[in-house]
């Protein structure tokens, strides 16, 4: 009895006292009350997470609330885990959470701090060893005082989406100074743009410093960290490096390694296979060429090897289809060739070979590969019957590629073919394909693609029950005949270009995005029911037969990025209804019948790039007010009935971006606009930078436009980065062309053929350093083409005729590719290739010499004292009137010395040569008769 009451006295003490021990103080759970009152909770945040701060609740003590650790001996709270919580809102410098000084490990990881910079507070945990903040989206400057925290061993500070967050390189190699201790270091995507220093902590077993805007060259020290797992450096674009030719100090660790778009220009080294412990090897897009070394046949832990995107070439090695541990081979995009050997291990999930030049026939061996989930031999050379048997035992296939090689897919056992439950992707652009039935299997599709293909009639009904999951559809280039309707409620591409269909135009569902119809028979009206796809970013309905108006409610869709109904045989007005808050970026409606001004409603579209008009019956002024649309590049009115001048305009800033205006075919009259071509920033600087324009959609979508160029009529794609066009030819301009043209640098294609405009070509234009295509034709320039013209080595094609220039033509590299018709209608040019002869190149006539208001009266003087001197030297002899001449110029100005006596040499021998050819012909007519 005595026994049992001490020990239950004992165990009830040990239980008070350690409780009274674990007991939260209350300033800390006050504390974490306060910094839980300044943070949001939302769901949408993160709707995979729980909120864990809902469990706090002061009638607990804050040791047992969710997320909340304390210390067994002195109960401070010194871990805080929050890690997907749902929380929203900002920590200010002031937060409570700064209270809790015994932190040794704070995760806030995948919560939404967008907007809230971190604190310099976070330095005042000195006791902190881990600061997870992965995917949490701070911002800003992130600041030195982070460095102070000397005992971090962990420290993740990677945003899940673009943000400015930025480490300063100061900072950065401060960092890596003083946290000496660390192990794990992951800040990828936090802008830092540093050289990568040399002080890495020798403990640093993970270093992820992917898409971080380093620069410079990778000290090879890094590849020699002693306990390195994994190393990151991925999508540094001005990295680069070499791999050391010699084993690597972390070999025996390495696990991970991805360098992907990062420079080596280098082949792939053989010390590759030391590294034996690799599971994942990511080399992609790293400018790497040569053949696969023989040593990564070391590397049979390698479960995931990236090496596609660069210029490796010969076969692929037998052994890379035997690693036993193989589960994902990326080498598509490369150069290997030859025929793929057979597949002799099932460990194989994914095989990613396209874009390469191999050839011969799909290996059989694949249908043993029964783990495979994803095939893709797309844009090869592959060749021979492939038949849809090959994947009946993958039982996991995802996704099968098989595009753009010379295969024909054949499924000789009709009806007991059946395509796995998992498959969702299935691509078989160009492979033949001539019949729909092996498709009746496929009822889980979220993308089909049978573009370029044998497909006629019609989609059969079963068809559209069977796909009702599809996403993207893409039966472009084929030879269907008709289609009703589109029965898909969740699909968002629908693409029929280049087919025979007829009658009325499908309506997509309300679900699509993207819904391309050109190129087919389509006659009728566009019914208004096309506005009910609220959702469309794309809507290509060009080279058709539709006709009546465009309905005004295509205005009101604010989704709508892509606009297409060029070539048709629409009329009416165009649409007035364009909304604020308009997403239009290309509207083209080119080659139809509409008539009417141009909206001041697309004044709304502050998205717009490219507006093309052209070839309708538009009739108004130009619409200057055009010029405040901030992004536009292009703007074709060609071929309508646009008249009067084009008057200067009041904005500070019109058609900043501007790179192709084409005004050809109208009735604008008045001068040139100088003053326009003083704005167009888009033509007057080359920017090797630019970037082709992105649509949602941009895989099926490329902008084009009909240009004249060269002479001739083209349409010209992917046109807004990189071609700059200037086109006002056949119009009614006169005066002079301005020089400040000469200030279009950028400039590929200037016409200004065909119009009324007098005086000379503009020295300047020898400035326009990028333009191919130059016609001036059909005007009434008059004096010589300048000298300048010969320093435009990017001149392929020049037109000059029909004008009134003369004296001779400029030689230079480009003059001789030109032919004569370039100048003919010019009865004062001489020279190649007009003539064989033109004496000196400087010579101009007196008509055309441009002299300064003190030399006019001398140099009349002086050249009609050249046609005396000339008669008296024909009359008493070539010595006595070159005498008199030279006696005459030693006297007065001699710098028409060389000018007259060569001239008069030229006249008086051109004489001689005709005397004597009217001699011979005299002594032929003699001898005849």
Not at 631 to 640: C, E, G, H, P, T
Not at 722 to 741: C, E
Request: aromatic share 8%; glycine share 6%.
């Amino acid at each position: 009895m005595g026994l049992s009451f001490v020990f239950l006295a004992f165990f009830f003490c040990q239980l008070v006292c350690s409780s009274s021990i674990l007991v939260c103080p209350k300033h800390q759970s006050i504390s974490l009350v306060k910094f839980k009152e300044t943070l949001n909770v939302d769901p949408s945040a993160s709707p995979r997470c729980y909120p864990k701060t809902n469990s706090w609740n002061t009638s607990r003590d804050c040791c047992l609330w969710d997320g909340v650790i304390c210390d067994e001996m002195t109960g401070h709270v010194i871990e805080l885990d929050l890690s997907c919580s749902q929380l929203v809102g900002t920590i200010d410098s002031n937060s409570s959470l700064f209270q809790l000084t015994h932190l040794q490990r704070l995760n806030l990881s995948w919560n939404e701090f967008r907007g809230c910079h971190i604190s310099p507070e976070f330095g005042r945990f000195s006791s902190l060893t881990h600061l997870d903040f992965l995917n949490s989206n701070f911002s800003g400057q992130i600041p030195s005082e982070i460095s102070r925290l000397s005992r971090l061993e962990f420290f993740r500070l990677s945003p899940s989406s673009r943000t400015d967050l930025r480490l300063a390189a100061h900072d950065f190699k401060l960092l890596l100074q003083n946290l000496t201790q660390l192990r794990e270091l992951h800040l990828t995507s936090v802008n830092i743009s540093s050289t990568i220093p040399l002080n890495f902590s020798s403990h640093l077993t993970t270093l992820k410093l992917g898409g971080t805007g380093l620069y410079g060259i990778i000290a090879e020290s890094i590849f020699h960290l002693p306990n390195l797992e994994t190393l990151y450096l991925s999508s540094n674009y001005q990295l680069s490096g070499s791999f050391p030719k010699t084993k690597w100090n972390s070999s025996a660790s390495l696990m991970k390694l991805d360098l992907s778009r990062v420079n080596f220009s280098d082949n792939l080294p053989e010390s590759l296979g030391y590294l034996t412990s690799l599971n994942s090897l990511s080399l992609t897009n790293c400018n790497l060429r040569g053949l696969i070394p023989e040593s990564l046949s070391n590397l049979t832990r390698i479960q995931s090897l990236f090496l596609q995107d660069n210029s490796l070439n010969g076969t692929i090695p037998s052994w890379m289809f035997s690693l036993p541990s193989l589960r994902r081979l990326f080498l598509s995009n490369n150069h290997f060739s030859g025929q793929l050997e057979e597949f002799k291990t099932s460990s194989l999930e994914e095989i990613i070979l396209g874009s390469n030049q191999l050839q011969g026939h799909v290996p059989k061996s694949i249908q043993n590969v029964v783990n495979l989930t994803g095939l893709d031999l797309s844009n090869n050379n592959f060749s021979g019957n492939v038949d849809v048997s090959l994947f009946s035992n993958l039982k996991n296939l995802l996704g099968v590629v098989l595009s753009n090689n010379k295969i024909s897919l054949i499924n000789e056992n009709k009806g007991s073919f059946t395509w796995p439950e998992s498959l969702n992707v299935l691509l078989l652009a160009a492979c033949e394909v001539k019949e729909w039935e092996f498709l009746r299997s496929a009822k889980y599709l979220w993308e089909l693609d049978l573009s370029n293909n044998k497909l006629q009639g019609r989609i059969p009904d079963w068809a559209w029950s069977n796909w009702l999951s599809l996403i993207t559809l893409d039966i472009s280039n084929n030879m269907l005949t008709s289609i009703d309707s589109i029965p898909l409620l969740t699909i968002d591409t629908i693409d029929l270009r280049s087919n025979l269909l007829q009658g009325s135009l499908p309506i997509p569902p309300n679900s699509t995005r993207n819904f391309l119809i050109s190129d087919n028979n389509l006659s009728e009206e566009i019914p208004s029911s096309i506005c009910n796809s609220t959702s469309l970013f794309m809507l290509d309905l060009g080279r058709n037969n539709l006709k009546g108006a465009i309905p005004q409610c295509l205005g009101t869709i604010t989704t709508l990025e892509v606009l297409d109904m060029r070539h048709n045989n629409l009329s009416g007005n165009l649409p007035t209804t364009f909304s604020n808050g308009s997403s239009l970026r290309s509207l083209n409606l080119h080659g139809n019948k509409l008539e009417g001004k141009i909206p001041q409603s697309l004044a709304n579209c502050k998205e717009l790039q490219v507006l093309d008009l052209g070839d309708n019956h538009l009739v108004d002024t130009f619409p200057m007010w055009l010029g405040a649309l901030p992004k536009l590049k292009v703007l074709s009115l060609r071929a309508n009935k646009f008249h009067g001048s084009i008057q200067p305009s009041t904005m500070e800033t019109i058609f900043p971006e501007l790179q192709i205006i084409d005004l050809s075919q109208n009735a604008f009259s008045g001068n040139l606009p100088a003053s326009l071509f003083q704005h167009l920033k888009g033509m007057r600087t080359i920017d090797p930078s630019k970037e082709a324009p992105r649509y949602r959609g941009d895989t099926y979508y490329k902008d084009s436009i009909t240009v004249t160029t060269k002479g001739l009529v083209r349409e010209i794609v992917r046109i807004l980065y990189l071609y700059t066009a200037v086109d006002l030819s056949s119009n009614k301009f006169g005066g002079q062309i301005p020089s400040i043209m000469g200030d279009l640098i950028a400039l590929h294609v200037l016409n200004l053929s065909h119009n009324g405009l007098q005086g000379r070509i503009p020295p300047s234009f020898g400035d326009l350093s990028s333009v191919e295509s130059l016609d001036l034709s059909g005007n009434q320039l008059s004096g010589e083409i300048p000298q300048q013209l010969v320093s435009l080595t990017s001149l392929s094609f020049l037109n000059l005729s029909h004008n009134h220039l003369r004296g001779c033509i400029p030689q230079g590299p480009q003059s001789h590719t030109f032919e004569s018709n370039s100048y003919e209608g010019n009865d004062g040019l001489r020279g190649f290739p007009v003539s064989k002869s033109c004496g000196d190149d400087q010579v101009s006539d007196t008509n055309d010499t441009i002299s300064g208001p003190d030399d006019e009266e001398s140099d009349s003087e002086y050249w009609s004292d050249f046609w005396k001197a000339a008669l008296m030297g024909y009359g008493s002899g070539l010595c006595i009137g070159l005498s008199i001449l030279y006696f005459m110029l030693s006297t007065g100005n001699p710098k028409w010395l060389v000018r007259i006596i060569e001239d008069l040499e030229h006249n008086i021998m051109m004489r001689r040569r005709k005397k004597q050819r009217e001699q011979r012909n005299n002594r032929r007519r003699n001898n005849h008769f």
